[in-house]
């Protein structure tokens, strides 16, 4: 699935992805979303970002374990 926000590419952040235009990796905004960081939160802290941005990686997130193969033992 294509993610407009979202890029990859093996010259920025070893090819994470990261939020278009940005050094900040998807990981980054998951984990402080982890924390318990509102949007709102993560927003102060990186001003360059917008909700649409961090509800980008949330989504980028779901596609990618959408995609996973689960094996069950």
Not at 14 to 27: S, Y
Not at 43 to 52: A, F, S, V
Request: aromatic share 4%.
């Amino acid at each position: 699935m294509k993610h407009e926000r979202i890029d990859v590419d093996p010259r920025i952040m070893m090819g994470k992805p990261v939020i278009r235009g940005t050094r900040i990796t998807v990981e980054h905004v998951l984990r402080k979303l982890a924390a318990g960081l509102s949007a709102a939160e993560i927003i102060d802290d990186h001003p360059h970002l917008t909700g649409e941005d961090i509800r980008a990686a949330q989504a980028f997130a779901a596609d990618y374990l959408a995609g996973e193969e689960v094996f069950l033992a």
